[in-house]
């Protein structure tokens, strides 16, 4: 956040004296570092006695002072990107009802964003892309219907999707008095093939955020493959930026021969293109996840997801997130590692955090 220095500061008051016009105007720019957390027992079970004075926390070692404090009890803002591309084309009622689950199973209080894809027309040419359907609210019925808007489309933007997430799914408010904490929820099996950006450019993104991430990963890879080796003219096939990705992985030096014509790619690379596509995707999500301190939660197929939904529910319900500036005013641009203790937890209590996050380069 920008802060002016101007003129001497009246501190015996807490007053300010009005500027001189023709004052040096020096500015400080710093941000506010949120930390997304959670505490449960050996047992598995949350720990929902946390206070701002039992927490200690560390940058690189070093301690800093807390300036924010959220606990359980403060509200939530949650942002719900649902993927209704490839197989859940065909299931979007059953996407709808377990979206429609989680919101209700959310407190009184807590507000929800909905974006999913869609298939648009730009330039004469159907792309896809991702669509905010209703912004920030804790209007259930407006998120009902919402979701009734929810549409598929011919590709997977989720990479476009993210950097949307992160640049208005959270607008900021000037008039708000109530601290919210933040968290991101996914449904999708994480494999991108049509977005403009990479993770890469999303990343420093998320990580201003501050939001917690959480993702409920589709297994969507045996029906993938299934039809990835049908007939050429009726198979589902890699986009381009899905066979350049996968050739990318071997280097600039690497000497092996780059297909771009799907229907000239053997059956056994295509299978080890799949194959590579899917690590890529949920080492992703490991990195969103562990960085922001959210959570995984695996689901088998869109039946399975409405468990997931409530198990996430449950996770939010439970989480902290706290605030700091950092004492470190270097603009170095590399990594910092955040470390949280917290005196008085039961022993074998396990806290989850945000661990780190990349500072601003110059």
Known sequence: MPVMLTGMLAGALGQVTDPDPDSEVIRIDTQLIMVPFTVVDRLGKPVRTVKRGDITLFEDGVKQDVEEFMSVAAPFEVVLLLDTSGSARSELDLIRRSAQGFISSLRDGDRVAIMGFRTEERSGKNVAAGHLLTG?????????NALEGLQTSNGTPYYDALSRIASDGFPDEIDRKTPRRRAVVILSDGVDST????????????????AAVYFIRMDT?????EHLLYDCVLAMRFSSAQIRRYYDGFGRGSKIERVSDFC???DFEKLAISKRLYE???AEMEV????SGGRIFPAADLNDARNAFAKVADEIGMSYSLGYYSSNTSRDGKFRKIKLEIKGLPAGAVIRARNGYNAEAK
């Open 264 to 266: 000239k790619i053997g």
């Open 195 to 210: 977005s403009e950006v990479d993770l890469d450019a999303v990343r420093p993104e998320f990580e201003e955020l501050g």
């Open 280 to 282: 890529i995707a949920d």
């Open 288 to 291: 969103l996840a562990e960085m």
């Open 221 to 225: 890879r045996d029906y993938f493959e």
């Open 136 to 144: 920030l609210t804790d209007d259930r019925e407006k998120l009902k």
